[in-house]
């Protein structure tokens, strides 16, 4: 990334609210409370002296936001720091290091940073000194990038004469999106995802740069489907899924298209209709025979008659009613 796309990006995130904050807070003078984290630094030669002065440098910036007693959000400000020394390092060290930071005695102030940083904070920021500057360069520019993408609307970013320096960023971004994409997400069928890089990327389809680069008309070389597709081509169960899903309906067709199947499936379906019916007449015969014994008997003598038919009953002293019909 060229020096003049180096400040659209700084220019740009200078418009975010929380990197404005944190870009306040300038290093202070050396005091002894710098050399007493750093006292294990000798000067031994050029490249030592330097690595002390960093580490001064660094424990000054953490002790002037502590004096300032400022509440900041670790989340926002922990990359934002991994961010600012990755910068210092490679002001101090490009020369010496050229691109590469296992040529530098950086390493010494490894373990003495997150030390600092937990003392002075009260919180922990966990980072690295792998790789070397063009890596770090990539990380930090995501890591920036997808919180531009947060606060675009909210802090009108991009707008104005603002939009250009916009535009040349996320075509940087494009250009290194999908290497760490393919690098650090893992996507699944379900439509879930799993993120091996949480500190510097985001996996979710919404924040690919294809989609800023389109809202702000921005010129680019993208196809209007390259979210989907990009996105299918990194599932690692999508393959396994469809042939499970092909081989079923497969073996549904074969089915289907079996003589056999298609036997066996009309003479269940006969079965059932048989049974169907014969269970309807059963219970059209049961309800009847509960209604045959209703009739108009306004005395009630004929109701008992019926009751006691199969009993020995005393009729003596009884009125009969019989009714009849005359011919």
Known sequence: MENSEDNDMEYILKKLPEYKNFNNFQEN?????????????????????????????????????????????????????????????????????????????????YNIIPYVYDNLMNKSCIFYFNGNFDEWKEEIYLNYYFKICDGIEKNKLCVGKDKDK??????????????????????YYSGNNSNDCTTYIKCEEKYNPYNLLTKLSCSHSLPYDYPKVLRENLIIDRDVIIQTMNSFKMTINDLINDPFYKGITFGFMVIGVLFTLFLFYKVSRCVKSKNKDKFVDSTGYLEGFYDGKDRNINCEDRKICVSYYSI
């Open 29 to 109: 003078a050396v005091t002894s409370e710098n050399d007493k984290y750093c006292e294990t630094l000798n000067n031994d030669g050029s490249s030592d002296t330097e690595v002390k002065t960093l580490c001064k440098t660094i424990v000054s910036y953490l002790s002037n936001i502590k004096s300032k007693k400022v509440e900041i959000n670790n989340y926002d400000f922990c990359p934002y720091f991994t961010y600012w020394i990755y910068k210092k390092i490679k002001e101090k060290f490009k020369t010496v290091c050229k691109n590469n930071f296992e040529k530098c005695d950086i390493y010494r102030i």
């Open 166 to 187: 916009c535009c040349k960023y996320f075509n940087y971004i494009e250009k290194i999106y999908e290497k760490h994409i393919r690098k650090c997400c893992t996507y």
